[in-house]
């Protein structure tokens, strides 16, 4: 796939990760908008292959920290927050255990 195509590839997916993470959100969903355009519109001059390659590696980095580490908060009350997470980041609820057991 040509360098284009990845990077345009890579500018969809953080729009759609960040319309998944955000979700109900419209002040958090404006401002990744307008972060991701920036960041882009400001490598849009680019050509080195290898610095290109380098802002893609960062691109992709950021797209799986939105994925798996951001969860949303309501407030509720004047000290409470809601916490509100993606199906996806409950996956993998494995209970804490002291004593690990060696695998075989």
């Known amino acids: 796939?040509?360098?284009?195509?990845?990077?345009?590839?890579l500018f969809k997916t953080l729009h759609r990760t960040r319309q998944q993470v955000f979700k109900n959100d419209v002040r958090?969903?404006?401002?990744?908008?307008?972060?991701?355009?920036?960041e882009f519109k400001n490598n849009k001059?680019?050509?080195?292959?290898?610095?290109?390659?380098?802002?893609?590696?960062?691109?992709s980095d950021v797209e799986l920290l939105l994925r798996t580490s951001v969860i949303q908060g309501i407030h509720t009350d004047h000290n409470t927050l809601k916490l509100?997470?993606?199906k996806d980041l409950l996956v993998?609820?494995?209970?804490?255990?002291?004593?690990?057991?060696?695998?075989?």
Not at 1 to 9: C, G, P, T
Not at 28 to 38: G, P, V
Not at 92 to 100: Q, R, W
């Open 28 to 38: 958090a969903l404006e401002a990744a908008r307008i972060k991701i355009n920036e």
């Open 84 to 86: 509100v997470p993606r």
């Open 92 to 104: 993998e609820n494995v209970p804490y255990c002291d004593a690990p057991t060696q695998k075989q």
């Open 45 to 59: 001059s680019e050509t080195s292959p290898k610095k290109i390659e380098e802002l893609m590696k960062i691109g």
């Open 1 to 9: 796939m040509a360098q284009a195509a990845k990077v345009l590839q």
